[in-house]
């Protein structure tokens, strides 16, 4: 699995969802943006080593040489998690300027599964417009949204709920994640 990780807020849900894939012994190839390494610091009391300790490869995001940036990379897929929206539009026009969007890029040429955990609010219509687009081609688009059905109690409670549902979106399934029971 090829894992993004950008510069919106959201670097606890990048760590959560790596934290999944990491204990189902996934194969994890890392990728983080400037911006992104930034809310790392920001956002959470880890370090770039911590997050880079739960991948099985790390790539410099500036490295288009590197061996995902080529369609005869086989995975089996790419989310990215969180995903801002000026990466959004870079995918979204093909603009291939970093080793995260060109990946992205090559997924959507090799029609594998993409996952964009978009982030922003309120939404202009730019980033609808950008997000309509891809959704069309087939990416998933997946805002985190907030959840109350399953009665959070913290918010790591929400913060794991997001990231088992975002790796629903490609069948990954862990044995605690919680569903939906009406009776
Ligand atoms: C703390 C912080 C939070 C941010 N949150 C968002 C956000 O939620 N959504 C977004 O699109 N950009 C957000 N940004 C701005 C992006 O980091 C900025 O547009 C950056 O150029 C994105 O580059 P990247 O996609 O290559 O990481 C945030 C920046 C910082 C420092």
């Known amino acids: 699995m090829i894992v993004g990780i950008t510069g919106a807020t959201g670097a606890p849900l990048a760590y959560k969802v790596l934290e999944i894939l990491n204990d189902l012994n996934v194969n994890i190839h890392l990728m983080v943006s400037k911006w992104g390494a930034r809310t790392i610091e920001i956002e959470t009391d880890k370090t770039l080593k911590d997050f880079s300790e739960l991948a099985t490869r790390v790539y410099n995001s500036r490295d288009q040489a590197a061996c995902i940036s080529s369609g005869s990379f ?10 801002s929206m000026k990466t959004l539009s870079s995918i979204s026009v093909g603009f291939a300027d970093n080793l995260i969007s060109r990946s992205a890029d090559v997924i959507l040429k090799e029609q594998k599964p ?7 609010t309120p939404l202009s219509q730019i980033h609808l417009e950008n997000m309509l687009k891809l959704s069309r081609m087939g990416v998933s688009i997946f805002p985190p949204m907030l959840t109350f ?26 044995p605690d994640a919680k569903r939906w029971k009406n009776n």
Do not use: S
């Not at 059905?149 to 629903?168: E, G, Q, S, V, W």
């Open 74 to 83: 086989r995975t089996d897929g790419m989310i990215i998690v969180p995903c």
């Open 114 to 120: 993409l996952i964009l955990v978009t982030r922003e």
């Open 149 to 174: 059905y399953n009665h959070p109690k913290t918010i790591d409670d929400m913060t794991a709920h997001t990231a088992y549902r975002i790796l629903d979106q490609l069948g990954i399934e862990h």
